[in-house]
T-cell receptor, first 112, second 111 residues
Framework: QQQVKQSPQSLIVQKGGISIINCAYE??????FPWYQQFPGKGPALLIA?????SEKKEGRFTISFNKSAKQFSLHIMDSQPGDSATYFC???????????FGSGTKLNVKP | AAGVIQSPRHLIKEKRETATLKCYPI?????VYWYQQGPGQDPQFLIS???????DKGSIPDRFSAQQFSDYHSELNMSSLELGDSALYFC??????????FGEGSRLTVL
């Protein structure tokens, strides 16, 4: 069963808009939540990550919001650009390990 | 900057054949991971190695084996290939539990 549930499966956003992708998890032992960006034919690349001791982390146009009590976290892409068009995966892991449980991915298409 | 190198990038095999994928981690990285990504699927963790010892195991079939060599490169061996083994196989490396860097993947097609 999917340890991390991700939605939506696909997303179309106009250039300059806000893209929002949501993830939910059940295992409260998870303590590291990264987001990966994957372009076609390429491996996933770390975009931004958060630990459960903070509720929000911002890096440039990318923000993670984390709700520990609801066991949910989301990625917000502000001022979305066509170059952001890619598949985004949320993930979770336990402890200092890179054994990730990935969400099912969201294919983002930013229209010019 | 050097990245994770995987070879071959593409591989076509028949059912019941054997395939070997190679991974060369970023220099000085001591930990290697293998992930399998089926068509339209999320990456699934297979196995990891730290300092040439297996450190963790995920959903790796018994038909698959892997090892990390003294130069830290790793090989994933897959035998008795099945149609369902067709996937992108990613190798990733890290320095300890640091940031994970993925290679560009090896696409295996089983006919």
């Amino acid at each position: 069963q999917q340890q991390v549930k991700q939605s939506p499966q696909s997303l179309i956003v106009q250039k300059g808009g806000i893209s929002i992708i949501n993830c939910a998890y059940e295992n409260t032992a998870f303590d590291y939540f990264p987001w990966y960006q994957q372009f076609p034919g390429k491996g996933p690349a770390l975009l931004i990550a958060i630990r459960p001791d903070v509720s929000e982390k911002k890096e440039g146009r990318f923000t993670i919001s984390f709700n520990k009590s609801a066991k949910q976290f989301s990625l917000h892409i502000m001022d979305s650009q066509p170059g952001d068009s890619a598949t985004y995966f949320c993930a979770a892991s336990i402890g200092d390990f890179n054994k990730f449980y990935f969400g099912s991915g969201t294919k983002l298409n930013v229209k010019p | 900057a050097a990245g994770v190198i995987q070879s071959p990038r593409h591989l076509i095999k028949e059912k019941r054949e054997t395939a070997t994928l190679k991974c060369y981690p970023i220099p000085r990285h001591d930990t290697v991971y293998w992930y399998q990504q089926g068509p339209g699927q999320d990456p699934q963790f297979l196995i990891s190695f730290y300092e040439k010892m297996q450190s963790d195991k995920g959903s790796i079939p018994d038909r698959f084996s892997a090892q990390q060599f003294s130069d830290y490169h790793s090989e994933l061996n897959m035998s008795s290939l099945e149609l369902g083994d067709s996937a992108l196989y990613f190798c990733a490396s890290s320095l300890g539990a640091g940031e994970l860097f993925f290679g560009e993947g090896s696409r295996l097609t089983v006919l």
